[in-house]
């Protein structure tokens, strides 16, 4: 059977473009001329050209900021600077440097705020952007099936994830550890249709939060146009991990009374994308106070944050899709109120018999094992069997690795031997 081409958003492509003039970035003179002298202040002397790529802005949107600071003698020229920022526009290359009133007035700058990076984004411009590269991207089943078949999973499990990855609907998975719940949820994010725009960072009534985070924006390389706003980077659709370390304070805006400005919250991150509470059940959060947090954001696709430090809240739009993995009953969990909020509720089983040989194989197959019958059994015989222990789809690839380490460390080759199973195993499964 053919497999079709993966899905493509059908909604139209946001694409942010350069401001041309100062008032089109969204910021006042004063507040980009304050940023612009931290930036001068931890080095200087800069070209002008140097200078507005600092703050990720044309030359000429900043002029206006660069005047106000020449204006008030908190910078001097100092001519035309040569190097590599030399450019043909005779303005673009004129050096700046510092005045002593300009460092004074630089620390007065930091001690108010500490950012120091590209220009934030408005935030109406950011809330434009997050609806309007909404995924609508229709999942076929046989591109759930490609996005999947790393892993061994029955039909009828495909067909209960479907529904929800097409909706983009709050999802638990539950089942027992090592069975793919959480790399199912990974592998949903390919689903979700094509890289989305996010901005470094956001300006909100003048307070500025950090959104871009390396640790969970993966960035694409892509063909841009020459005017594209650089204070934007290209990510894939994120997929934002939170484990048994997630309190609810993590779902709110911190402020870093060091540095003076907001990290955005961690769901906040995984718009456009997957935001995954794992292993949920097990946070010092219990579940019912971080559902309370999450509730209106999942019903109202609108999240209210709270900037302590300036004593205000904004409404943000969320647009992830929540999924809840979890080794426990989700009944035991929440009542069913909240389980009702929470539609598709979707079981991960153990692995058959069958499909734990097909693991089985194809972890032989990744790590160059010729697979053998009396190989297979003997670990059957010796480790399941006896003490009625269930299948976990992880168990293959963990065993396996292990053996390979051991035969590595032996200077043998990595073979279904029963000894060097024995080794591997007795060091894999706890002993009763």
């Not at 079709?4 to 909604?11: D, E, L, Y």
């Not at 005047?67 to 908190?74: A, D, K, R, T, Y």
């Not at 390389?221 to 005017?227: C, G």
């Amino acid at each position: 059977m053919a497999i079709q081409p993966p899905p493509q958003a059908t909604s139209p492509e946001f694409v942010p473009i350069a401001p041309a003039r100062i008032e089109d970035s969204g910021l006042p003179v004063a507040r980009l001329a304050d940023l612009l002298l931290k930036h001068i202040y931890f080095k200087s002397p800069l070209s002008a050209k140097d200078w507005a790529a600092a703050t990720c802005l044309p030359y000429q949107t900043v002029t206006p900021a660069i005047q106000s600071l020449v204006e008030q003698g908190w910078v001097q020229t100092i001519g035309r600077m040569a190097g590599p920022a030399m450019s043909h526009d005779f303005g673009e290359s004129l050096g700046y440097l510092i005045s002593d009133p300009g460092r004074l007035r630089a620390r007065d700058v930091l001690a108010r705020d500490h950012y120091i990076g590209p220009a934030p984004v408005p935030f109406a411009q950011y809330e434009e952007s997050v609806r309007a590269q909404v995924s609508q991207a229709d999942v076929t089943a046989a591109w759930l099936t490609r996005a999947l078949q790393h892993l061994t999973l029955s039909p009828d499990l495909l067909v209960q994830l479907g529904p929800p990855v097409n909706a983009r609907a709050p999802l638990f998975l539950y089942g027992a550890p090592g069975n793919g719940k959480t790399t199912i949820a990974e592998a949903c994010a390919e689903l979700l249709g094509e890289p989305i725009y996010i901005p470094y960072a956001i300006d909100i009534e003048g307070q500025v939060m950090r959104l871009y985070d390396p640790l969970h924006h993966q960035r694409v390389q892509r063909q841009l146009p020459m005017n594209f706003d650089t204070r934007w980077v290209c990510v894939k659709r994120p997929f934002v991990k939170a484990g048994g370390e997630l309190t609810t304070a993590q779902l709110s805006p911190s402020f870093d009374p060091l540095m003076r400005y907001y990290e955005a919250p961690i769901h906040l991150k995984a718009n456009g994308g997957i935001f995954l509470l794992d292993d949920f059940g097990r946070q010092d959060s219990s579940p019912r106070a971080l559902l309370n947090r999450l509730i209106v954001a999942l019903e109202r696709r609108i999240d209210y944050l709270t900037l302590a430090g300036a004593g205000m809240a904004v409404g943000a739009p969320f647009e992830a899709m929540v999924v809840f993995s979890t080794n426990l009953e989700p009944g035991s969990l929440v009542d069913e109120a909240f389980l009702r909020r929470v539609r598709y509720k979707i079981h991960v089983p153990d692995p058959t018999p069958i499909e734990f040989r097909q693991i089985f194989e194809r972890a032989c197959k990744e790590f160059e094992i010729v697979f053998n019958e009396t190989g297979y059994n003997y670990v059957l015989d010796r480790y399941y069997k006896p003490f009625k222990r269930p299948y976990r789809g992880c168990q293959p690839r963990d065993i396996l690795n292990q053996l390979d380490e051991v035969a590595y460390f032996l200077g043998r080759p990595s073979r279904l031997d029963p000894d060097l199973i024995d080794l591997a195993c007795r060091s894999y499964f706890v002993q009763a």
